[in-house]
């Protein structure tokens, strides 16, 4: 049961203009949700993070945008660089006293395009 | 300089013997975990410890063994039960959520 879902495997956008990943979720007690980005044989990299009592965070070039309503979520890059060029993953957790752990979707291939 | 150190990178391993991939970390969380990476699959949750001397299953423990003796380390072996054990491994760790999980650079593992 894939409790986050990441339905778009691969994204493809041009230098300079706005790349929008998206995620979906099952599970209404997910009460904070993260973005990780990813190169090719390493290990994630934390991004950018948003708790449930907010529906917008920003950091820099990036935003997440959160719709409880609709279980969704999504990471807005702009301007899109190649330096941008990875695997994205959302990830969601369950608050717990402590003993939260993270639920990972599937992952979206971003591709910038000089 | 912090971080967590994963080693080693690539590990070739025989069908049938078990094998252990080392996980350190300097940036003193009490928490640390294990995922997994398949192709299309995202990252699995194999162990997790909040604490050392503690730790708990996660969604596919199954053919996995783990131990937190200390709190810097916490080492997964990946036993003959284990019937698909080729994949990348990753450990993290965190002091909270907040800031989410370091990873280290993970270990390639494949058994032939």
């Known amino acids: 049961d894939q409790q986050v879902k990441q339905n778009s495997p691969s994204l493809s956008v041009q230098e300079g203009r706005i790349s929008i990943l998206n995620c979906d979720y099952t599970?209404?007690?997910?009460?904070?949700f993260l973005w990780y980005k990813k190169y090719p044989a390493e290990g994630p990299t934390f991004l950018i993070s948003i708790s449930s009592i907010k529906d917008k965070n920003e950091d820099g070039r990036f935003t997440v945008f959160l719709n409880k309503s609709a279980k969704h979520l999504s990471l807005h890059i702009v301007p899109s660089q190649p330096g941008d060029s990875a695997v994205y993953f959302c990830a969601a957790s369950v608050s717990n006293f402590g003993n939260e752990k993270l639920t990972f979707g599937t992952g979206t291939r971003l591709t910038i395009i000089p | 300089d912090g971080g967590i150190t994963q080693s080693p990178k690539y590990l070739f391993r025989k069908e049938g013997q078990n094998v252990t991939l080392s996980c350190e970390q300097n940036?003193?969380?009490?928490?640390m975990y294990w995922y997994r990476q398949d192709p299309g699959q995202g990252l699995r949750l194999i162990y997790y410890?909040?604490?050392?001397?503690?730790?708990q299953k996660g969604d596919i423990a199954e053919g996995y063994s783990v131990s937190r003796e200390k709190k810097e380390s916490f080492p997964l072996t990946v036993t003959s039960a284990q019937k698909n054990p080729t994949a990348f491994y990753l450990c993290?760790?965190?002091?909270?959520?907040?800031?989410?999980?370091?990873f280290g650079s993970g270990t390639r593992l494949t058994v032939v």
């Open positions: 599970n209404s007690m997910f009460d904070y």
């Open positions: 410890s909040q604490i050392v001397n503690d730790f």
């Open positions: 993290a760790s965190s002091i909270d959520r907040s800031g989410g999980y370091t």
């Open positions: 940036l003193n969380h009490d928490a």
